[in-house]
């Protein structure tokens, strides 16, 4: 059964720092594009991040440009999600997703090319 567990979510103050882990279970990430969603209270949900399966290119949404990287640990079978600079905006749920197929060449930030997701993990950046 194919699975993605997200974990690492929590309060932080303004500038600070999270890393967000992606577990993947019954399936290999590498040969998967993975993505990190997040989806504020009242707002739709954004792409944040995306890596390709194999050669692991990577995308980013420009309010993140500079302060996320996405990795992926292809021994954990899990792919992360380093913020820094954190700001009280992006404050949201996150989760991740993963695609097969001719579409895991792509890495793009569009939720509805995702086939499988993750439950979420709250991020609360606040003084």
């Known amino acids: 059964q194919l699975q993605l567990v997200e974990s690492g979510g929590g309060l932080v103050q303004p500038g600070g720092s999270l890393r967000l882990s992606c577990a993947a279970s019954?399936?290999?990430?590498?040969?998967?594009?993975i993505a990190w969603f997040r989806q504020a209270p009242g707002k739709e949900r954004e792409g944040v991040s995306c890596i390709r399966s194999s050669g692991g290119t990577t995308n980013y949404a420009d309010p993140v440009k500079g302060r996320f990287t996405i990795s992926r640990d292809n021994a954990k079978n899990t792919v992360y999600l380093q913020m820094n600079s954190l700001k009280p905006e992006d404050t949201a749920v996150y989760s991740c997703?993963?695609?097969?197929?001719?579409?895991?060449?792509?890495?793009?930030?569009?939720?509805?090319?995702?086939?499988?997701w993750g439950q979420g993990t709250q991020v609360t950046v606040s003084s």
């Open positions: 997703a993963a695609v097969s197929g001719i579409l895991s060449r792509l890495c793009v930030l569009n939720p509805r090319v995702y086939e499988y």
């Open positions: 019954g399936f290999t990430v590498e040969y998967y594009a």
